[in-house]
Nanobody, 118 residues
Framework: QVQLVESGGGLVQAGGSLRLSCAAS????????MGWYRQAPGKQRELVAI???????NYADSVKGRFTISRDNAKNTMYLQMNSLKPEDTAVYYC????????????WGQGTLVTVSS
């Protein structure tokens, strides 16, 4: 069974940086996509960044040029590097993994809180 464990959230001042990590464990045979989502207080969960198996990336307009999604295949870990953070980035961030292990499966991390102070 595949599980995702997130880390790296915390409190940071506006203009600062954080790197979120999402470590995957279990049997993963073919990754379709990896993504980061976030949910701010009182708002819907939204896509922040996604990377496909082909290496294509897509970012929310609000984070383009500031956030970078990446992965370390050897460690089965995905990352979200967040620079020039703004108070509007405050949210619980969730990693998501879509993959094939016999059939297509999708799992979510537990979420990690990012708070950006002004």
């Amino acid at each position: 069974q595949v599980q995702l464990v997130e880390s790296g959230g915390g409190l940071v001042q506006a203009g600062g940086s954080l790197r979120l990590s999402c470590a995957a464990s279990g049997s993963i045979f073919s990754i379709e996509r990896m993504g980061w989502y976030r949910q701010a207080p009182g708002k819907q969960r939204e896509l922040v960044a996604i990377i496909t198996s082909g290496g294509n990336t897509n970012y929310a307009d609000s984070v383009k040029g500031r956030f970078t999604i990446s992965r370390d295949n050897a460690k089965n870990t995905m990352y979200l590097q967040m620079n020039s953070l703004k108070p509007e980035d405050t949210a619980v961030y969730y990693c998501n993994l879509g993959f094939y292990s016999g059939i297509f499966r999708e799992v979510w991390g537990q979420g990690t809180l990012v708070t950006v102070s002004s």
